[in-house]
């Protein structure tokens, strides 16, 4: 496995040779890579970190390489959400976040490898096939932003974005052991993200440390008016990253730990929880009591919205089009054979829970609850800073362990997908392993209040050392 | 009198607006300006719903909503909410139109018309705003089309769904409120009717308290009423033969002057509405006064201030405030000629004469119909002329003082001369003895005596005519 770079040791790298260099080195590691990351390797890489060196760009990211999950747009650049009814999409226009990379100097190595359309915990749901964990590639590397995570813990790019809808980034952190942030809703425009869920879904970076997570914050955060749910609000994410903890409260949520909960991660978590005492932290159990029906409103009403966003894959415009004797045929038959299994199951699933007749029932009985887990979140967060909890129930499983019972995948999500409901930002960061596997904590926070949990997380890598461990290195 | 309603007829009317006097589309920045150019060259990601892009809402188009909302006398809501209708068609880019559901922007309002008795109250059940659909355009006709292509300029565009309660009791009520909708929307500045599609009617009719039909695809007022008596007459000989009314969706065939039936109650879709996520709630009810004060005087009102403040008739003061253009004509007219005059001139006269051109009040200029409103007021050129002046400006140009003058229509000139050749025949009956005794120089006494009264005015050769035929009378 090639080494780990953070920014800052990309831009020494730089300064000591080019950007060109750089990009061409990690380019050579994708090319011999052994996990299915990356999708598709943009052709023009060279070319942009060239034009960064002949320009001398002056961006918080010029030169540094990363990669970009299937599911958001980059002009000129293959975006098909791992699925075959996108195939030979190329989008004719950058995401925000895109647009704000390019600016910042930052060099697109490519696209990574995703659960068909993001739904999935695992990408093997993926029309490319499986990505593999850096850690043991007989397991899965978490989703569904697995591809972006795995690139980052081989060492094929220093920084990516995934997407999270209901932990698509935190879980693939945790399972791949690097650091992975939801933003609040809100805090990171959507426009251009091929949506699964509107309504619970965010960009979010990922990196092998929480300093890089700020610096790709600073630049991807903030205000676009092309998505009317972002918020305008202005934050300096680097300003979090201090070294202190003294008098922060953790709250420790009673129905995230216990049963489903892997003995070993479990005890990981508690360690870590000791460390934050021992670093001047105070800690009490909090209860959440709605978590129990979060998991079923999560997917109703993540169905729901899916089955909608879905439709306009026809097709008539873009993609994959298997030809019929009308329209109607033409799309079912290309519906048919273009989406894969898990996502046939939740379109079908989502449209009947909108049904007339059902739609009370279900989706509108899942709208309650999330008010509900979100008033759980409200509350428990007036009385303590930050909420903490292990970010997956169990180490990375076996490829094929769980593939074909979506109920025991759908139950990994357990701890991840309260807070997409409730909107509130949250990291996951390395804590420990178990059986050589990574186990990530996860630091839920207030909306917009992404500082604090980033300045929890950032305290914690300075004091330990469970970043900084590779693929290979931990027996 | 009082309409009896004989068939128990009920019309409920669903009149789809398109704003395309807004600069931009409902959710992006694209033009609405496409009328005239290429297919979808008034494109982007959003309107073509592709992959990843979001709706914005046009602020504007929502000032637009209210303005037409509170016109119509409704209830605005407090704040904006969004939906999603699923359904699969070629012409819609994201498989779901985004419109307004169980919030619309505008509810409970009404609009009077001149019913079958009199002035009659027709209830407004909600104005919506919704997404219009791109456009189908068939290789050849729909049935045996050998390929389709599709028009996404208009795809985005603003629409604003006005539907009424079922108040109206025959096809001429229903022609009348939607004359009267043209009416209100055309003051508010709000749409060009004119333009291909920018108003689409969908007509709900049911006869003896039986179940509703829903006539769509109707193109034109015409039409609309076209369409209705054709459902009426179908509805009410389907039950004279023993048969039951259905509820159910019929398409009007224009060209063949009949409703054919589309699908019954059990085949309507399931739309599965929810809200559009991507929409955040916008709260509008403070803008209420805001827009209160931007609504201008409106057809009935008008109507009521010109029967007041300049006497006419009540007959005149509608048909000179259906349009606003021609309501602020009249008002100009009737500042420079008398303004019952000029409400005959205007209503009864030019409206007739740029109707039967299809033309608008603009084709004419107001200081022409002033100075035509004076020529006969002064008695210099008869009222017949008046009316030949006004063809003619319309069909081949030209002012009225030139017209006169190359059409002769001066009655002073020709009065003046006449009376002066009657008046000096009369003076001179010794000279017309002599003259027609075969003293030709007689004639030159009358003459001459027509030219000292008419004070020269008059051209000698022609009065030696007259005066010729005058005598020999
Ligand atoms: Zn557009």
Known sequence: MA????????????AASSAEEVTASYLETIGKSRINGFTT???????????????????????????????????????????????????????????????????????????????????????????????????????????????????????????DTGGSVRCPAAFCGVVGLKPTYGAVSRYGLISYANS???????????????????????????????????????????????????????????EGIDENVEK???????????????????????????????YIIAMSEASSNLARFDGTRYGLRVEGDNWHIMASKTRAQGFGEEVKRRILLGTYALSAGYHDKYYLKALKVRTLVKQDFDRALADVDVLMAPTMPTPAFKIGEKINDPLSLYLADVNTVPVNLAGVPSISVPCGFTGGLPVGLQIIGRHFDENTILRAAYSFEQNTGHHTKRPGEVA | MVYDNPDGVRIGLEVHVQLNKLNTKLFCGCSTDYHDDEPNTHVCPVCLGLPGSLPVINEKAVDFAMKIGLALNCEIVGQTQFHRKNYYYPDLPKGFQTTQYDYPIASRGKVIIEGEDGERVIGVTRAHMEEDPGRLQHIGSIEKSKGTFINYNRSGMTLIEIVSDPDMRSPKEARRYLDKLR???????????????????DANVSVFGGDRVEVKNISSFKGAERALLYEIMRQKNHIRRGGKIVLETR????????????????????????????????????????????????????????NSQYGIADMHARALTIQIKVADFYEEVALKADPKDAAVWVADILKGELNYRDLDVDAFRMEDIVEIISLVKQDRITEQSGVQIIRTILDEGGRPQDIVVSKGLLKV?????????????????????DYLAGKEKSLNFIVGKVMQKTKGRADAREAREKVLAGINK
């Open chain 2, 413 to 433: 000139e020709d009065d003046i001369v006449a009376k002066a050749v009657e008046e000096a025949i009369a003076e001179s009956p010794e000279a017309v003895t």
């Open chain 1, 268 to 298: 990981t978590v508690w360690d870590a929880i000791g460390k934050y005492e021992d670093m001047g932290a105070s800690w009490k159990k909090v209860s959440l009591p709605h978590t129990k029906y979060a998991l079923a409103s999560y």
């Open chain 2, 251 to 306: 398409h009007f065939d224009e060209a063949r002057g009949v409703t054919i039936s589309m699908r019954t109650k059990e085949e309507e879709h399931d739309y599965r509405y929810f809200p559009e996520p991507d929409l955040v709630p916008m709260r509008v009810a403070d803008r209420v006064p805001d827009i209160l004060k931007t609504l201008p005087e409106l057809p009935d009102a008008k109507r009521e201030r010109f």
């Open chain 1, 3 to 14: 080494a780990w770079t953070d920014i800052s040791g990309i831009k020494e790298r730089i």
């Open chain 2, 183 to 201: 009416s209100i929307l055309d003051y508010l500045d709000v749409f060009n009717g004119d333009l291909e599609g920018a108003m689409r009617v």
């Open chain 1, 200 to 258: 619970l879904e965010q960009i979010g970076p990922m990196a092998t440390t929480v300093t890089d997570i700020a610096l790709l914050m600073d630049v991807i955060g903030g205000h676009d008016r092309r998505d009317s749910t972002s918020i305008k609000r202005e934050n300096r994410y680097t300003d979090a990253l201090k070294d202190d903890v003294k008098g922060l409260k953790i709250g420790v949520p009673e129905e995230y730990l216990g």
């Open chain 1, 41 to 163: 390797v943009w052709d023009r890489a060279l070319e942009v970190a060239r034009g960064i060196d002949k320009d001398g760009s002056s961006g918080l990211l010029a030169g540094v390489p990363i990669a970009i999950k299937e599911n958001i747009s980059t002009a000129g650049l293959s975006t098909t959400c791992s699925s075959r009814i996108l195939q030979g999409y190329v989008p004719p226009y950058d995401a925000h976040v895109i647009e704000k990379l390019k600016a910042a100097g930052a060099v697109i190595l490519g696209k990574t490898n995703m659960d068909e359309f993001a739904m999935g915990t695992s990408t093997e749901s993926s029309y490319y096939g499986p990505t593999l964990n850096p850690w043991d590639t007989g397991r899965v590397p978490g989703g569904s932003s697995g591809g972006s995570a795995a690139v980052v813990a081989a060492g094929e790019v220093p920084v990516s974005l995934g997407s």
